[in-house]
């Protein structure tokens, strides 16, 4: 109950501050375009509190707290007198509209450049795991190695690579990255990885596609626990075991006791397991289980490791940039997520990914108390990852989105002449339901990954 109130609340500060901005951009480039503001709400609906302002606008909170609006003079009608939105040239309306959704990117880039100045903990790129046959191990690159640049990026992170794999792999291009030893010293490989053939990524599929695991601590093949009831407790295995190997083929870490039970499903699988230095063989046959965060039947075995945390606390560095670098740093990070978000919402459409991948309210309430309990840099970087997306989608040449209102402009440009109120009507009513069914599935989504 505490984790929901918690998560509630910060999805209320989190959505508050991106309609506020959203709607503060609207809000000053109408007033800098001489149009009269008649009321600036957070909230739809019912007003539960107003106060009217010495500059004649009504500033309002309303009932239902899911975005907000700024009334314009003149804007749903055709009054075209002195200060009405209608009155104005054609591109200072589209600035009006372009302002709300600009506002939300340029929020997103200053709070970027914050988190970079005032830095952070953050793990670094060090590799946990390369699976054998796999096109990084091919390159000779071993685990413990730590990723020091990608495509000619430095990175710093484990976050920074990712993001950088995850650009390259949407943009159709190779992967290119040098390593060093992780506790320093000479390169120890450079690696290229073609991702032609990549499915789109979520991102334990494109690492596992490349070969590689982050690392998180060292973790050997001795079982720490046994689930009740599991198929590993059916076959005998019990906490202390070390499983040595799966199927003929020695496993002296997890990861490859994992590899094993994912890439044989629900089959039989014969282990060789010592147990007080001794060996003895057994079979363990997974069952299939549906996985609500991947969202997809996974095997289950029933067993669970204790990663090494000494090791892997070792891994984390304080991250922070000069104000230079801040900026830049933060540029480019608005620009891949812009790009990322723009690249999913083609994807989306094109059916290139699935529609189980849209998240909704619940999520990202979640998100918000999830990263406001590890600290507030988490959670100024979380408010800018979802004010992108805010910013973005809200171009989307969708009616109803401001984007749909450029759209309508654009075609005013054009032939000279704004599409007819009934045209504009139906529009506005197609994209409402479309939006009304992406709200719904998003929404069955989030419950169903509870």
């Given at each position: 109950m505490l984790n929901a109130i918690w998560d509630l609340f910060f999805f209320a500060v989190a959505l508050g501050v991106l309609v506020t901005v959203h709607e503060a951009g609207h809000f000053f480039a109408a007033r800098a375009c001489g149009v009269t503001v008649q009321r600036f709400s957070i909230g739809f609906g019912k007003l539960i509190f107003k106060r009217t302002g010495s500059d004649g606008c009504e500033y309002a909170i309303s009932a239902l707290p899911l975005g907000g609006y700024v009334k314009m003079l003149g804007e749903n009608d055709e009054s075209s007198e002195s200060g009405s939105f209608k009155s104005k040239r054609l591109w200072?309306?589209?600035?009006?509209?372009?302002?709300?959704?600009?506002?939300?990117?340029?929020?997103?880039?200053?709070?970027?450049?914050?988190?970079?100045?005032?830095?952070?903990?953050?793990?670094?790129?060090?590799?946990?795991?390369?699976?054998?046959?796999?096109?990084?191990?091919?390159?000779?690159?071993?685990?413990?190695?730590?990723?020091?640049?990608?495509?000619?990026?430095?990175?710093?992170?484990?976050?920074?690579?990712?993001?950088?794999?995850?650009?390259?792999?949407?943009?159709?291009?190779?992967i290119e990255f040098k390593t060093v030893l992780k506790n320093g010293g000479q390169s120890t490989g450079e690696c290229v990885v073609k991702t032609a053939g990549f499915q789109d990524p979520d991102q334990n599929d494109f690492l596992q596609a490349m070969g590689i695991r982050r690392y998180q601590g060292y973790i050997s093949n001795v079982i720490s626990e046994v689930q009740s009831g599991s198929p590993a407790q059916s076959a005998g295995l019990k906490p202390g075991d070390a499983i040595v190997a799966v199927n003929g083929h020695k496993t002296p870490t997890w990861y490859r006791v994992a590899d094993a039970i994912r890439q044989y499903g629900a089959s039989k699988l014969d282990l060789t397991v010592e147990r007080d230095g001794e060996l003895y063989d057994c079979v363990l046959t997974p069952r299939l289980v549906y996985n609500k965060a991947l969202r997809r039947d996974v095997p289950?075995?029933?067993?669970?490791?204790?990663?090494?945390?000494?090791?892997?606390?070792?891994?984390?560095?304080?991250?922070?940039?000069?104000?230079?670098?801040?900026?830049?740093?933060?540029?480019?990070?608005?620009?891949?997520?812009?790009?990322?978000?723009?690249?999913?919402?083609?994807?989306?459409?094109?059916?290139?990914?699935?529609?189980?991948?849209?998240?909704?309210?619940?999520?990202?309430?979640?998100?918000?108390?999830?990263?406001?309990?590890?600290?507030?840099?988490?959670?100024?970087?979380?408010?800018?990852?979802?004010?992108?997306?805010?910013g973005i989608l809200n171009l989307l040449p969708i009616p109803i989105l401001d984007g749909g209102q450029l759209m309508f402009m654009a075609y005013e440009a054009v032939t000279g002449r704004a599409p007819g109120q009934k045209v504009q009507y139906a529009l506005t009513l197609l994209g409402f339901s479309l939006l009304l069914m992406l709200m719904l599935l998003a929404v069955f989504n989030d419950i169903r990954g509870l």
């Open positions: 200072q309306r589209a600035i009006i509209i372009a302002a709300g959704p600009v506002s939300n990117i340029l929020l997103a880039f200053f709070l970027y450049c914050a988190v970079n100045m005032i830095g952070f903990d953050a793990p670094r790129p060090v590799i946990g795991d390369v699976v054998p046959g796999s096109a990084v191990a091919e390159c000779g690159i071993t685990e413990g190695s730590e990723i020091k640049s990608v495509n000619g990026e430095s990175v710093a992170t484990w976050s920074d690579a990712i993001i950088l794999f995850y650009q390259a792999i949407q943009s159709g291009r190779n289950l075995a029933g067993i669970a490791v204790r990663p090494d945390n000494d090791s892997y606390k070792a891994t984390w560095h304080y991250v922070s940039y000069s104000f230079s670098d801040s900026l830049s740093r933060a540029f480019r990070e608005t620009v891949r997520m812009s790009h990322l978000v723009i690249s999913a919402a083609v994807k989306m459409i094109s059916g290139a990914v699935s529609p189980d991948n849209v998240s909704g309210p619940i999520a990202i309430a979640k998100g918000a108390g999830e990263s406001a309990s590890v600290g507030a840099v988490f959670f100024l970087s979380f408010l800018a990852v979802i004010s992108v997306n805010l």
